[in-house]
């Protein structure tokens, strides 16, 4: 099988891996979102847990999520549920966390990150490698790549802004890796002799 054959059938693969990766997110996203009207509605940006009759403040911090959890204090006991949350009411104390729907959809589109920025990496690493020099259909791979991970990171249901403590092991570092494989294969074409 000839060089640009390899490459157009990889590219396919790719696009094809990408596009699942992007329809399982958009998936996991509607099954998160329940339809049905809860009782408790939770508020992260706000630091606030309403019901239909009483406003309580969550202790708490989003910086870890989706394994974030929050406590609150009701002036009326009662059992709750939350779309996304799992809820836990004991007396007058309620205790919030991701279900673990959300936590295994986040976690699932870090890997997905990951995948993505480690075959980056892979082909940025065989190319500088090579003696031959880099096909430009690689700068273009890389740069969309580069443009696509954010995207990815924002399917993240209910995920607060960048800057939490998934973004540093999973969302971050990949950018970095996606960088840095996109320099090498660049100063490996200006470097070519031909």
Same mark, same amino acid.
């Given at each position: 099988?000839?060089?640009?054959?390899?490459?157009?059938?990889?590219?396919?693969?790719?696009?094809?891996?990408?596009?699942?990766?992007?329809?399982?997110a958009s998936v996991i996203q509607t099954?998160?979102?329940?339809?049905?009207?809860?009782?408790?509605?939770?508020?992260?940006?706000?630091?606030?847990?309403?019901?239909?009759t009483q406003v309580a403040h969550l202790?708490?911090?989003?910086?870890?999520?989706?394994?974030?959890?929050?406590? $609150?204090?009701? +002036? &009326?006991?009662?059992?709750?549920? !939350?779309? @996304?949350?799992?809820?836990?009411?004991? %007396?007058? =104390?309620?205790?919030?966390?991701?279900?673990?729907?959300?936590?295994?959809?986040?976690?699932?589109?870090?890997?997905?990150?990951?995948?993505?920025?480690?075959?980056?990496?892979?082909?940025?690493?065989?190319?500088?490698?090579?003696?031959?020099?880099?096909?430009?259909?690689?700068?273009?791979?890389?740069?969309?790549a580069l443009l696509a991970l954010p $995207?990815?990171? +924002? &399917?993240?249901?209910?995920?607060? !802004?960048? @800057?939490?403590?998934?973004?540093?092991? %999973?969302? =971050?570092?990949?950018?970095?890796?996606?960088?840095?494989?996109?320099?090498?294969?660049?100063?490996?074409?200006?470097?070519?002799?031909?």
């Amino acid at each position: 099988m000839t060089a640009p054959k390899r490459w157009l059938i990889l590219s396919i693969l790719l696009l094809l891996a990408g596009g699942a990766g992007l329809l399982y997110a958009s998936v996991i996203q509607t099954l998160t979102n329940e339809p049905l009207e809860p009782n408790l509605v939770v508020d992260i940006n706000r630091k606030e847990v309403r019901t239909q009759t009483q406003v309580a403040h969550l202790v708490g911090s989003p910086f870890y999520y989706p394994r974030d959890r929050y406590t $609150a204090v009701l +002036q &009326t006991p009662g059992s709750f549920q !939350a779309s @996304g949350f799992k809820v836990q009411s004991n %007396g007058n =104390l309620v205790e919030i966390e991701r279900s673990d729907l959300v936590q295994f959809s986040a976690h699932s589109i870090v890997a997905l990150i990951w995948l993505t920025a480690l075959s980056i990496a892979g082909v940025a690493l065989r190319t500088l490698l090579s003696d031959k020099r880099p096909d430009p259909n690689l700068f273009t791979w890389a740069t969309v790549a580069l443009l696509a991970l954010p $995207a990815l990171r +924002q &399917t993240m249901v209910g995920a607060p !802004a960048i @800057g939490i403590y998934i973004d540093f092991y %999973g969302f =971050l570092c990949c950018e970095m890796i996606v960088v840095f494989s996109l320099l090498a294969m660049t100063v490996k074409w200006l470097a070519r002799k031909d």
